[in-house]
């Protein structure tokens, strides 16, 4: 069983930084696509960035130039760092575990394709002010 932790959310004024951090715990990590995701209230959860276990990264465009996905798969932790920061990015943010490889798979569109288990932390709120 896999299970996420995500810490680092906070209240910042626009044009801020924040850096989000998610432990992982059982085995598998360097092998997993990892992912951030967010949700404001009243809105589907979004994709924001991507991390596959070869390395391939992808970004959604609203946040590409402003935030970073990085991987450490020694301490099994993913990060994402956030600057320039806007109000409409005001979310619930949450780490996504994609592990279990069932066909090609791929990074695209800040998503991980081909795998059958997905694992979801509890969430981060990160509060943007203007």
């Known amino acids: 069983q896999v299970r996420l932790v995500e810490s680092g959310g906070g209240s910042v004024q626009a044009g801020g930084s924040l850096r989000l951090t998610c432990v992982a715990s059982g085995y598998g990590f360097r092998d997993f696509c990892m992912a951030w995701f967010r949700q404001s209230p009243g809105k589907e959860r979004e994709s924001v960035a991507a991390?596959?276990?070869?390395?391939?990264?992808s970004y959604a465009d609203s946040v590409k130039g402003r935030f970073t996905i990085s991987r450490d798969n020694d301490k099994k932790t993913l990060y994402l760092e956030m600057n320039s920061l806007k109000p409409e990015d005001t979310a619930m943010y949450y780490c996504?575990?994609?592990?279990?490889?069932?066909?090609?798979?791929?990074?695209?569109?800040?998503?991980?394709?081909?795998?059958?288990?997905?694992?979801w932390g509890e969430g981060a709120l990160v509060t943007v002010s203007s």
């Open positions: 996504k575990a994609s592990a279990n490889v069932v066909s090609f798979p791929k990074v695209e569109g800040a998503q991980c394709y081909g795998y059958s288990r997905i694992y």
């Open positions: 991390y596959g276990s070869g390395g391939t990264i």
